[in-house]
């Protein structure tokens, strides 16, 4: 035997994944087994977890043996040698999808409750279960996450048989598994305790994550029409909010990007909202003219802002932006307008220089956050904070390069964002 229980194993593949903390990163369980086993790998790496529903369509008489599965959003697997090799009819596999289709309905309301599922889009997704024997499940798991949007699939499971890799066909962007026996009967051989794991474990454990990383976030998917332009965000509030942060992404980058969409989980687990928008369409994006005009971002980004303020979600909360490379020039220069409302504004590997003489208008505290290895623009900021006439301050992320990519840089930086927006913003 390898593992003494569900936790245990969970802890021993969470040490096989290290490499993925700091990342932007969602752990999905695979209920009802795969939960335990995924709470583990969430509380190591400090991501949200979430289920990802998918449903065994076991042979008639071997429930164990699975013939398919079933997942959320239609999709379905078929493992044509098992039901070559058991004779199970179309018949009797339509009668095993109904009463396992409705068994996904039930469950996704139990478990879920009205709680919305863990956005994926454009994250890495670990998809845990606590053994892999036929693939099939976990196969319907991986097409379940890539249909929702999940950049990179991660498919770990504490045991799985020899050749297990070559059963997903390529579904998955990378495997791992704690244990590979050369002899494998059932997942079950290699647990001491092997109990089925019933209903209220699976909502105990997304409730305890859930209560872990702060308040309950509604978060929505919205349109900014800037001048017959449309440009997509992504709004995330929690429950009691004291403020919003707007993020204005750097060239090359979008409401998709992994680093400002993990500095802003943290700024939701302290209680910020933020709104994460593209500043340019993917049209746009491709002139390189367009990547590097200050004043187009900044206009943008002053209207995204006037229209956050006349949403009903904003209604008196204070308001903050976080811009990151080219972002922050457009952050600053929209700061330094005299209409401009908000409250803080904080820099990631920013350049200020694209801002010019409009720094001097700046009234918002500013916060300056540059890698210790990014000399180049170390200088400009350091340039730059002499020209601010508003309180700041320049930080060093000690051993951080430009994207800020070493272990626990992000970490920090995020940490010194929530700490000057709470710090600055009226009524903290």
Known sequence: M??????DAGRQLAARLDHLKGHDVVVLGLPRGGVPVAAQVADALDAPLDICLVRKLGVPQQP????????????????????????????????????EHAVLEERAARYRGSRASVPLEGRTVVVVDDGLATGATALAACRVVRARGAARIVL???????????????????TVSVHVPAV????????????????????ACLDRSRAARGPVVRD???RIVVD????AGRLAVPDGAVGIVLFAHGSGSSRHSPRNRAVAEVLNRRGLGTLLFDLLTEAEAGDRAHVFDTPLLAGRLAFATKWLAEQPVATGLPLGYFGASTGAAAALWAAADPECVVSAVVSRGGRP?????????????TLLVVGGQDALVLDLNRRAAALLRCENRLAVVEGATHLFEEPGALEEVAELATSWFAGHFPGQ
């Open 220 to 222: 929505s998917d919205v």
């Open 184 to 203: 494998f009967y059932a997942i079950g051989q290699f647990y001491r305790d092997f109990e089925q794991t019933a209903d209220a474990e699976v909502i």
């Open 64 to 99: 164990e043996l699975a013939m398919g599965a079933l997942g959320e959003g239609g999709v379905r697997v078929l493992n044509e040698r098992v039901l070559r090799d058991t004779g199970v009819g179309e018949r009797a596999l339509a009668a095993v999808e109904e009463r």
């Open 353 to 365: 220089d694209l801002a010019g003489d409009r720094l001097a208008g700046v009234r918002a505290p």
């Open 228 to 231: 017959g332009t449309t440009l």
């Open 2 to 7: 390898f593992f003494s229980d569900r936790t």
């Open 156 to 174: 770990a499971v504490p045991v799985a048989p020899h050749g297990w890799t070559a059963r997903l066909g390529g579904e998955a962007d990378e």
